[in-house]
């Protein structure tokens, strides 16, 4: 192996490369790997309206996977952990289940990996589905999925699986591993893969986490007896332990929650020797961008300003990389209203998802509301004043009424004009 | 503006025709046919077609009485009098003249009246014929058109009228060109989702997505079943596989548990074998003991036994040996007894016989008596017989004399004797009491105190001068007494003759003579009757035969007696019966007494007999049972041996039991150690459950292989991600839905709002008019009113509807109504808007009424009077054509003759 050095990876979006920990210099029988988890390929993203795009979605996580070849190379990586939800469905159909083979089987190196929740390893399971053997044969043979809790020694290294048997385990998967167990070699890294939460620490809240079913108490295990537990189920990286990491989902797949929710990476892990402490490094994965705007005040054509600044800001020129979680409130006049709608026109088109909650108060101005009630068309600006009247009554819905109407009588009166 | 003149030339029918008009009623009045419509249609063309032209109404209005057409008018207008001629044709001219205005010609002329008249230019050229009927069509109603809507004479006007209410209603809140365009595009935006009705339009995009929807659920449940389906089948695999490893478990632990059981089992087995050989041992020295135990017992028994018996023997044979003595005795008894009953039976015997040819005797005796009795009634009997047929004989001639030929007799007898008195009655008895002349009845003379009786007409003369014609009784009645006096004689002879006696006594004899014969032969019958010859000659019959019967029993009975001879007197029979009866009572009683003693005698022999039997029987069975004893005893003895042999073999026998008995007790015991009931139930237990186990394990299997089927996957879709999918989409749709619905919602509200503001305004715009109209149907209909509405941008009124106070309830459409009805309503329209626009000309327009109340009767004609009396004191000038002038007698007005 060559000198220790700090290795710096481009981010695919980022410029910026995120460095967890510096790594430490190595000895010759250092084994070096990469941890992954929760691919979960073949996620439908059901929640798009828009077929096309949600395909884009799905396609994208199968690239980024793919992507991860080029960066084993470059590291020369001696194999590949991923910890669970490798497919989102327990049922994927066979055109994922093709795709993702291929795609593990592009990383050359061995790829170890545990069922997770998503896709666990109880009666009827995709592991052991005929179709799924043959591919994994064919397309990935270098794919070891480990069903049951045993130790898999190598020449290098002991990878001691955790793997979700069934739909619902109420236990703890990696209890088997509370006492070490006997007859393991004690001269090469002992590696834990498990998939759930841990103690303190759970994705509570994560719409599709095992929660509460799967806990995994990382403070049970014998100090010492292992050397690194790569951890998945939270889409987040974090760790969680001196040895134990959540290397999250490769690529986002969800609106992030809270600023230490740092998903779209993986974990570069180096050990030394049996009993070394790992050097851990993250590289972000992530393709897809997915913005959070919560709590944005938009009032008057200034806001409308601010707001389009800060999209530009987030998005750029980019149409077809990002989902848009955004939320508006304040109050506009009927000219910024249709502003700001033909302003989300354009995000909904650019963006893959944009989910829009708006809560803006469509007051027309001054000299709106004259042009409306103050003209020659008498049915116009009786029903104008009318519905003036009415958007200041008490009754919230009777005035949020009012409102619309107003603004639609000003949109029908435009579009007439306009034609005329 | 009032018409005030009118001069037609050449019109059509009319050559010339003047006509000066009332300022405020008319009434034009002609018969058909004289011209009346020619002239106000000729008033209407000069008011408003172009005089000069070719088109096919100018020559339409030429007459065949030749030269043109000319129309001279003279009206009032704008504070003025005008004067207009018109002469129509291709050289057509007009001139409108008026004082203080210079005289203007042509064009200028035509277009100074369509000024005055508020029209839009004088009609002519092409389309003229469609476009002049629209002018001042609200104010003139033509022959046949009363009952058309008014609304349609409005079309010119509506935009003057509609002025006119704005005005009134201080509305002017009528649509714009853009209200209408909004309201349009809204409509149309609303048309895409709802129909007229209100409902949800199919295949507008709210339906569609709410269809969309509904699927999406559907299909939401599809998938969620199929998801279900797999994790329970994935349940089921789980289940199937733990069940198969339980009931393994419980499967090997059953064979163990069975294994070990068998061996101890064996172990009872051999125990159990080895206890029946004991308890069999143990049975027979058991037996054995108990057989020779019970034979000792039996012999000792039967010993006594025979001792009793034989002590018993003894009084039992004394016994048998004085009852056989004692039998002999009695029985020696009887048989004397019997000798001497048989004697004295013997000696009764020959009593009776001798008795019983004595009562014969007697008998015999006794039957010869009364032989002889009979035999001398019957002598007697021969006797009256014989005199009996002596009478017959002697009465046979008078046989004649029966008392009806008697009676028949005496009739005739007394028939001639009335003849004869009848013919007495009729003679005359003249009697000469005094005569100073000579009195002769006929030839006989008759002296004074002479009787004489006339029979037959005589003459009786007195002197000589008085001659007397006498008939007695009148000549012919006289005659008939003769005659009838001649046939009773002849009658009553007849029938003497016919009886042969000479008269009547003789008759009388003979009848007499028969009847005493008759009386004798009755009283001989009844004595022949009382001496009953039949039962005499029975009775002799019988005693012949008594005596026969009698003298053969006696001669049988005799034979047997040793003597015997016939003694023929009774008496002395009488004695011998009586000795012999004494003596026969003698014996009887003692054949009695012998009788009873033997009887007596049997029945103690009997007894005797029967109990030395019974004693015979007794002792012969006493001595089998002690010869069968003796038998029995020497059998038994020889098998088992005297007394000491007995007891010494019993001994032995009971030692090699006890053995026995210790042997089997505690080889039961051992067997009761091993616990073989307990071995058996856990044996068939675990049996059992391995039985069970083993099904189980099959129907596991079975499970287990069919949950592996149901959770191969096709791989052709991931039934997770379609359910995620499915869910997904229905809340994508629900929220499109909202979103959708609630847009159609606020555009439904505001085109609603924009059109009831509409509504609003036209309706506002309707109360004038409305109201001027309610006076005029007050009068027609004592109540109601009409209700108008206005086209969205008030261009036109488009509804007309009536409701009519008394008149029925609710609400017509004007074209609903009859045609009476629509043209009287029509008249209060057309006056009321007629008085709205006449404020534009002078307050007065002229209104005609060509033949316009056709449909209505009388009754409501004088109602129309009224209303049109109304309209004339509002200012206006009505002109009222009709052929039936008798219908407007006090219209009120002036009235124009037309011939």
């Known amino acids: ?420 | 503006m009032k018409l005030l003149f009118a001069h037609i030339e050449n019109y059509r029918v009319h050559r010339e025709l003047k006509v000066d008009l009332d300022e405020s009623l008319n009434l034009i009045q002609g018969p058909n046919e004289s011209g009346k419509s020619t002239l106000v249609e000729a008033v209407h063309r000069a008011l408003f077609l172009k005089a000069k032209g070719t088109s096919e109404l100018h020559r339409a209005m030429e007459s065949s009485h030749g030269g043109e057409p000319k129309v001279t008018l003279e009206f009032d207008a704008r504070g003025n009098r005008y004067h207009l001629e018109k002469t129509f044709g291709s050289k057509g001219t007009t001139v409108l003249s008026a004082s203080g205005m210079s005289q203007l010609t042509g064009g200028e002329a035509e277009a100074e009246l369509s000024s005055i008249l508020g029209v839009d230019g004088v009609v002519a050229g092409r389309g003229a014929a469609s476009t002049l009927p629209n002018r001042w069509a609200h104010l003139w109603v033509w022959q046949g058109q009363s009952s058309n809507s008014p609304l349609e004479g409005l079309s010119e006007r509506a935009g003057d009228l509609r002025d006119k209410l704005q005005a009134q209603s201080g509305t002017d809140l009528l649509s714009s060109a853009q209200d209408g365009q909004v309201i349009d595009a809204l409509s149309g935006i609303c048309a895409q989702t709802y129909t007229s009705t209100g409902k949800l339009k199919s295949g507008s995009e709210l339906h569609r997505v709410s269809e969309a929807l509904e699927s999406a659920h559907e299909q939401y449940a599809e998938k969620q079943e199929k998801v279900n389906a797999l994790h329970q089948a994935a349940d089921d695999f789980e289940r199937a596989s733990s069940d198969l490893q339980r009931h393994g478990q419980s499967l090997e632990n059953s064979q163990k548990q069975l294994k070990e059981v068998a061996s101890k089992l064996k172990l009872v087995e051999q125990s159990r074998s080895e206890l029946k050989d004991k308890s069999q041992a143990k049975q027979e020295a058991e037996t054995q003991l108990k057989s020779l135990e019970s034979a000792d017992q039996d012999i000792r028994k039967l010993d006594d036994r025979l001792k009793q018996l034989q002590a018993e023997g003894e009084p039992m044979a004394k016994r048998l040996d004085e009852q056989s003595r004692e039998f002999e005795e009695q029985k020696l008894g009887l048989e004397a007894a019997i000798k001497q009953r048989t004697e004295s039976n013997e000696c009764l015997n020959y009593k009776r016989l001798e008795v019983d040819v004595w009562r014969a005797q007697l008998s015999i005796l006794k039957e010869e008596k009364r032989l002889a009795e009979f035999e001398k009634r019957l002598e007697k009997i021969q006797q009256l017989r014989e005199k009996q047929r002596e009478l017959e004989r002697k009465l046979a001639p008078l046989n004649p004399f029966s008392a009806s030929a008697i009676k028949k007799l005496r009739l005739l007898e007394s028939q001639l004797r009335d003849a004869k008195a009848e013919l007495k009655a009729y003679g005359l008895k003249i009697e000469v009491l005094s005569s100073d002349q000579a009195v002769k009845l006929g030839n006989k003379a008759l002296d004074t105190g002479s009787v004489e009786t006339l029979n037959e007409s005589a003459e009786l003369h007195v002197g000589d001068g008085v001659n007397i014609r006498l008939t007695p009784g009148g000549a012919r009645n006289l005659r008939e007494a003769q005659d009838a006096l001649a046939q009773a004689q002849d009658h009553f002879d007849t029938a003497l003759k016919t009886l042969a006696v000479a008269g009547m006594d003789e008759a009388e004899e003979s009848f007499q003579k028969k009847e005493n014969g008759e009386r004798e032969l009755k009283s001989l019958e009844a004595a022949l009757k009382d001496s009953d010859p039949e039962g005499a000659e029975q009775g002799r019959q019988q005693a012949e035969n008594a005596i026969s019967t009698a003298q053969a029993r006696r001669d049988a009975l005799a034979k047997d007696l040793k003597e015997f001879a016939v003694e023929s007197d009774e008496a002395q029979i009488e004695v011998k019966l009586s000795e012999l009866e004494a003596s026969l009572n003698v014996m009887q009683s003692e054949y009695k007494e012998r009788n009873a003693r033997e009887l007596a005698l049997r029945q103690s022999v009997e007894a005797a007999e029967k109990q030395l039997q019974v004693l015979k029987q007794s002792q012969e069975q006493h001595l089998a049972q002690e010869r069968e004893l003796g038998v029995e005893l020497k059998v038994k003895r020889d098998q088992s041996g005297d007394a000491e042999q007995r007891a010494q073999q019993i001994n032995r026998l009971r030692a090699r039991f006890d053995q026995a008995a210790e042997a089997e007790k505690a080889q039961l015991e051992a067997l009761q150690r091993l616990g073989p009931e307990q071995l058996e139930m856990d044996q068939k237990r675990f049996t059992s459950s391995l039985e069970r186990d083993q099904q189980h394990l099959e129907a596991a299997r079975d499970r287990k292989i069919a949950a592996e089927t149901r959770l191969q996957s096709s791989g052709l879709s991931d039934p997770e991600a379609e359910l995620a999918e499915a869910q997904a989409r229905c809340e994508q749709l629900e929220q499109r839905y909202e979103r959708l619905n609630a847009k159609a919602e606020l555009h439904r509200n505001l085109l609603e709002r924009m059109q009831g503001k509409q509504r609003q305004a036209t309706q506002a715009l309707a109360k004038p008019l409305e109201a001027a109209v309610r006076p005029y149907l007050q009068m027609l209909f004592g109540d109601g009113k009409i209700q108008l509405v206005w086209s969205e941008d008030g261009s036109r009124l488009e509804q007309f509807s009536i409701e009519r106070g008394t008149l029925g309830s609710g609400t017509y459409g004007f074209e609903n109504l009859s045609h009476g009805a629509r043209e009287q309503v029509a008249l209060a329209f057309r006056l009321a808007v007629a008085e709205l626009l006449a404020a534009d000309h002078d307050r007065c327009l002229p209104m005609v009424l060509d033949d316009a109340f056709t449909h209505s009767d009388r009754a409501r004609i004088e109602k129309i009077k009224t209303l049109l009396y109304r309209g004339s004191q509002q200012g206006l000038q009505l002109i009222v054509l009709s052929c039936h002038p008798e219908n407007y007698q006090s219209l009120g007005g002036q009235e124009i003759g037309i011939a």
């Open chain 1, 1 to 420: 192996m060559n000198e220790p050095q700090i290795l710096v990876f481009p981010s695919r979006v980022d410029a910026e490369p995120t460095v967890f920990q510096e790594r430490f210099p190595l000895p010759f029988m250092a084994i070096k790997f990469l941890h992954t988890a929760d691919l979960q390929i073949g996620k439908p993203f059901a929640s798009l309206e828009d077929a096309s795009k949600r395909e884009r979605l799905r396609q994208q996580r199968l690239a980024t996977v793919q992507s991860l070849a080029s960066m084993i190379e470059d590291e020369a990586l001696d194999f590949v952990v991923v910890c669970g939800d490798l497919f989102d469905s327990a049922t994927p159909d066979k055109t994922t289940v093709s795709a993702l083979c291929s795609a593990l089987g592009s990383l050359k190196v061995p790829v170890y990996a545990i069922p997770g929740n998503h896709d666990h390893g109880g009666p009827g399971c995709i592991w052991q589905q005929a179709f799924f053997l043959r591919e994994q044969e064919q397309l990935a043979p270098n794919l070891k999925v480990l069903l049951e809790p045993e130790p898999l020694v190598t020449e290098d290294y002991v990878i001691l699986p955790c793997p979700l048997q069934r739909r619902h385990v109420s236990g703890d998967p990696s209890a088997w591993l509370r006492s070490a167990p006997e007859g393991l070699p004690d001269d090469r890294p002992r590696i834990v893969l498990a998939h759930g939460s841990t103690q303190g620490f759970s994705s509570k809240g994560e719409e599709d986490s095992s929660e509460g079913i799967n806990q995994i108490e990382l403070g049970l295990l014998p100090e010492g007896a292992y050397d690194y537990i790569a951890l998945g189920d939270w889409h987040g990286m974090k760790q969680v332990g001196q040895r134990a990491w959540f290397s999250g989902t490769p690529e986002q797949d969800r609106y992030g929650k809270g600023e230490n929710n740092q998903p779209g990476h993986v974990l570069t892990v180096e050990i030394e020797s049996r009993g070394a402490m790992p050097s851990v490094q993250a590289t972000k994965t992530s393709a897809i961008g997915w913005h959070t705007l919560l709590g944005v005040q938009v009032d008057g054509d200034a806001g409308l300003d601010e707001l389009e600044s800060t999209l530009q800001g987030a998005m750029g020129t980019r149409a077809g990389q990002d989902l848009v979680k955004l939320q508006v409130e304040g109050s506009l006049s009927l000219a910024g209203f249709a502003r700001f709608e033909s302003m989300m026109e354009s995000l909904r088109a650019r963006s893959l998802d944009l989910r829009l909650s708006a809560e803006l108060e469509a007051e027309p101005s001054q000299e709106e509301l004259d042009a409306l009630t103050r003209r020659d068309d008498p049915i116009i600006s009786a029903v104008a004043l009318e519905l003036a009247r009415e958007s200041g009554a008490e009754d919230a819905e009777v005035a949020g009424n009012a409102r619309s109407a107003l603004r639609e009588l000003h949109l029908l009166v435009a579009k007439g004009e306009a034609q005329s």
